[in-house]
């Protein structure tokens, strides 16, 4: 697929291949490595606006940013207008530039609570909410579904209200609230809801491989892509995409992971989410099952590190 920048009011994305928000993964220290290897645009863990407005500490935790971070983004979850707005354009979001607002998320308790895909029933209470956290001032992206349930598709149309509504870009998972994670995108969804609107279209969504984005793409018609689960089991995939050279191993890119991690964090998150992602990057190598259980039983970073380079450092 064909690299490009993209524009998104006055920044410049250098790259048109983007990295999904993940709660449990997408935290700073990954967000480096995503841009490092050729990411265009990162995005915070899910920030619920509640849990904002109400100090919760462990919400704030997930702003964590440096002035490394080139391009902050943050991805803002909430049903209530008014808490969108004021959360929007609080002190706490100051340091970044792009509010993403999910209108995706299918997890049965935020569909419940009126908030994530479940947005996309109510276009008026939708709408609302883009407004008012484009009257922050800021660049303000939509990640969406292509509808809520297989026979009920309308991704185009919902395309429209956002972008009618002030939004700056959209990304469409290929797949309906019904679907959750598993099935083939829907590809032709992604295509009307990118001829519907003149703001970019970037396709999520089933992809596994660069071949995976290619295929998005030329089907499509979008934009660019956001890499998702993949991103984490193939960081490379970043590199193989838009040509940028690294010649680290998943190792180095570990040990570096892990001591970008020390220098923000405390030990025992570092320690739960380099086990995280060290998962996720050992799925398909051969013969490192064996030490899963080792991994997920270390108890200290040196123990930690041991083990990570018996699993990645022997290939």
């Known amino acids: ?29 990954f967000r480096m490595l995503a841009y490092e290897l050729g990411a265009g645009l990162c995005f915070t863990e899910m920030v619920s606006a509640n849990g904002l407005k109400y100090q919760d500490r462990a919400t704030k935790r997930l702003l ?3 002035e490394d971070e080139k391009i902050k983004a943050v991805q803002l979850l909430g049903g209530n207008p008014a808490v969108m707005e004021q959360m929007a354009g609080s002190g706490l979001l100051d340091d970044f530039d792009i509010i993403d607002i999910n209108m ?24 609302a909410i883009i407004r008012g956290c484009k009257r922050s001032g800021k660049v303000v992206t939509i990640k969406c579904r292509t509808g ?71 089907r499509t018609g979008a934009d660019g892509v956001m890499i998702a689960r993949y991103g984490l089991e193939n960081p490379f995939i970043f590199s193989e995409l838009t040509g940028i050279p690294c010649k680290k191993t998943a190792f180095q890119l570990l040990t ?9 964090y405390d030990e025992t998150f570092t320690l739960i989410y380099i086990k995280k992602l060290a998962a996720y ?17 270390s108890g200290s970073l040196q123990e930690l590190q041991k083990v990570t380079e018996l699993i990645f450092g022997e290939i």
């Open 104 to 127: 995706g998320c299918p997890v049965p308790n935020v569909f419940k609570s009126g908030e994530g895909s479940a947005l996309m029933l109510d276009m008026k209470r939708a709408s």
């Open 1 to 29: 697929m064909e690299i490009v920048k993209i524009r998104l009011g006055n920044l410049l994305l250098p790259s048109n291949i983007l990295m999904a928000p993940l709660a449990g993964y997408t935290c700073y220290p």
């Open 148 to 218: 809520i349930r297989e026979d009920e598709m309308f991704a185009a149309e919902f395309a429209r209200m956002c972008e009618a509504s002030g939004a700056d870009m959209i990304t469409i998972h290929g797949r309906s609230r019904s679907m959750m994670y598993d099935g083939e995108p829907c590809y032709r969804e992604i295509e009307q809801a990118k001829a519907a609107v003149n703001i970019p279209v970037i396709a999520n969504g089933g992809i596994f491989s660069a071949e995976d984005a290619g295929r998005m793409v030329s």
């Open 64 to 66: 964590f940013t440096t």
């Open 281 to 297: 990057m050992m799925k398909k190598r051969r013969g490192t099952k064996r030490y899963k259980q080792r991994l997920y039983q």
């Open 256 to 264: 570096e992971q892990m001591e970008l991690t020390r220098r923000y």
